[in-house]
């Protein structure tokens, strides 16, 4: 019996009342692996995670950690519930330091911010070493890494990632995606919507398919690597092997 | 000519302070705020009350703080008109700037606080009359500093111009120490963001609205000191102090106080070359100088 630690049901929801992009969604995220949201543009992927992170409001269904039910609760609580959101672009400070990027997330962790300081810094050299600089003049890859140590600093047990390798380079998108993998090794669930298809399937556990807000199709990400309709549709029309 | 500079720099402390508010709110809730001059007033009056209350109730603290008209009184009465002034503000947003954010029309923001402008002014002037008051009726001669050149300052105005720095300084050190004041930078930079990294939203704006009220609460007790109070303390101050901020470029804190430096020394050196009637006329040129040449200001960063 996996071990589900989300669950989302029968979501309907939008940005503009009486015109849903999500209509009927359902999704779950088992413990400690990576599940990634895959579609064309416009499937309403964002949205989706939006909706888990409280960003976007929703009309009806229901967001199920554990047993409770957290839609509609506020962006600024989901910490709380121990969900931790990357957003695609901007989802870094740029105008504060790294360290106080760090700070800022640290802020209620009382005697535990010291520590999980030590630990994010041990864990990303590259901040530590860079710690009073401004965030804005970090590389992207550089940025997306802070903006997942910002992440982990309050220490999730569901990371939502939207797009985390948009943008970057492919040896950048790769250290960011064997980031998301290698935190599962530590306990943490990772959503995941991935414009890159093929990179997504081959390091997810689970995968499910949107399209026109709705689900289309789900199954293991390593079977999905391998069906003939998701190839033709979203590889570029040809089947790709799992590496 | 430094008798004009000095006079600048002390009129320049006040603006400062009314224009950190500005860039704060302004930055922060993304609409140019033209009510927030009448805070200035609501401080001054506020003050007014307290000192008449403290003068009746406690006459033992109503003595002159040493060769300054300032009183305890009137000390603790400014603390107590920036606390007044700072929950005004948070008033005044709640009932009507938020109502309106939430329906998204930033251009009503603007046209509403014209309105909220007014109310302020009109229902000061209701309460209080047109005429001017004063927190002393002491006569309180400048002080000569030097007599050639000739330099005369008030103890008034010196100790407004510290006051001033002192406040400035606790703000710096408030939003580049402080994990709040990170949450405070943050929330204008990317609410958004600021929100899913754990910021109560809201309540970040009350505090913007409060810190915002209680600055200008001091410039306005301040311009009080040294001038009259009047129900168009606002009116007079609105534009001076929409300049500093421009200058200082929308969202810069330490912009807003090169800023309201800026255009206190300017109009007040402009008195060298142009009649006094023309001086009010100075904000205006330096506003559309800087549109021209540094449209983001002195510190401004270009919005996306």
């Known amino acids: 019996m996996p071990d589900i630690v989300l669950r989302v049901e029968n979501i309907v929801a939008g940005y503009v009342k009486d015109f849903p992009i999500l209509w009927d969604v359902n999704l779950s995220l088992e413990k400690a692996t990576i599940t990634v949201i895959i579609g064309p543009n ?59 990027n760090l700070d800022l997330v640290l802020r209620n962790a009382g005697d535990k911010a010291g520590p999980r300081l030590d630990k994010l810094f041990t864990q990303f050299p590259p901040l530590a070493s860079k710690q009073r600089e401004k965030a804005g003049s970090l590389s992207g890859g550089q940025r997306q890494m ?70 289309q199709l789900d199954g293991s990400a390593a ?16 089947r790709v092997g799992a590496a | 000519m430094i008798q004009y500079l000095v006079d600048g720099v002390l009129v320049g402390s006040i603006l400062s302070l ?30 007014l009350v307290f000192d008449g209350v403290f003068s009746a109730v406690l006459p033992q603290i109503s003595a002159s703080i040493g060769p300054l008209s300032l009183t305890w009184a009137l000390l603790l009465s400014i603390v107590l008109a920036m606390a007044m002034t700072g929950l005004s503000a948070v008033i005044i ?32 002037a209701l309460i209080f009359g047109l005429k001017t008051h004063l927190y002393t009726q002491d006569i309180v001669f400048a002080v000569v500093i030097s007599r050639d050149p000739l330099l005369m300052v008030k103890p008034d105005q010196v100790f407004g111009l510290f006051a001033a720095l002192v406040i400035m300084l606790v703000l710096h050190y408030l939003l580049s120490r402080t994990t709040f004041g990170y949450a405070l930078r943050a929330v204008a930079e990317n609410p958004s963001l600021a929100q899913v990294s754990g910021i109560r939203l809201s309540r970040v704006v009350a505090i913007t609205w409060i810190i915002g009220g ?86 401004g960063e270009a919005r996306t």
């Open chain 2, 18 to 47: 009314g224009a950190i508010g500005l860039t704060m709110v302004m930055h922060m809730l993304r609409f140019a705020n033209f009510s927030h001059a009448e805070l200035l007033s609501i401080g001054a009056y506020s003050a």
């Open chain 1, 146 to 215: 802070l903006a997942v140590a910002m992440a982990l600093a309050v220490e999730p047990s569901i990371i939502l990632m939207d797009e985390p390798s948009a943008g970057l380079s492919p040896k950048a998108a790769e250290e960011v995606l064997g980031l998301a993998r290698a935190l599962t090794t530590t306990g943490v669930s990772i959503l995941l919507v991935e414009q890159n298809v093929k990179q997504a399937l081959r390091l997810a556990d689970h995968c499910y398919i949107l399209a026109e807000g709705r689900n």
């Open chain 2, 214 to 299: 209680a600055l200008a609460a001091a410039a306005g007790v301040f311009y009080g000191l040294n001038n009259q109070i009047s129900p168009v303390i606002g009116k007079d101050l609105v534009l001076p102090i929409f300049a500093a901020t421009i200058v200082g470029g929308i969202g810069s804190v330490y912009g807003a106080v090169l800023g309201g430096f800026i255009v206190g020394i300017a109009a007040s050196m402009a008195l060298l070359i142009l009649p006094s009637g023309y001086s009010p006329a100075v904000p205006f040129l330096i506003i559309m100088a800087v549109l021209l040449i540094r449209p983001n200001g002195l510190f």
């Open chain 1, 223 to 238: 079977d999905l690597l391998n069906d003939p309709v998701v190839g033709e549709i979203y590889l570029g029309g040809r």
């Open chain 1, 42 to 100: 416009g499937a309403g992927k964002s949205t989706l995670i939006k909706v888990i992170a409280g960003i976007v409001k929703i009309t009806s269904g229901s967001v199920w950690l554990g047993d409770k039910d957290i839609a509609g609760i506020r962006p600024d609580q989901m910490a709380e519930h121990g969900i931790a959101y990357v957003p695609q672009t901007d989802n870094i400070f740029r105008t504060l330091t790294i360290r106080q």
């Open chain 2, 93 to 124: 947003d709640w009932l009507i700037f938020k109502r309106i954010r939430d329906k998204g029309d930033a251009l009503s923001m603007v046209f509403a606080s014209f309105g909220v402008a007014l109310i302020i002014r009109n229902v000061i």
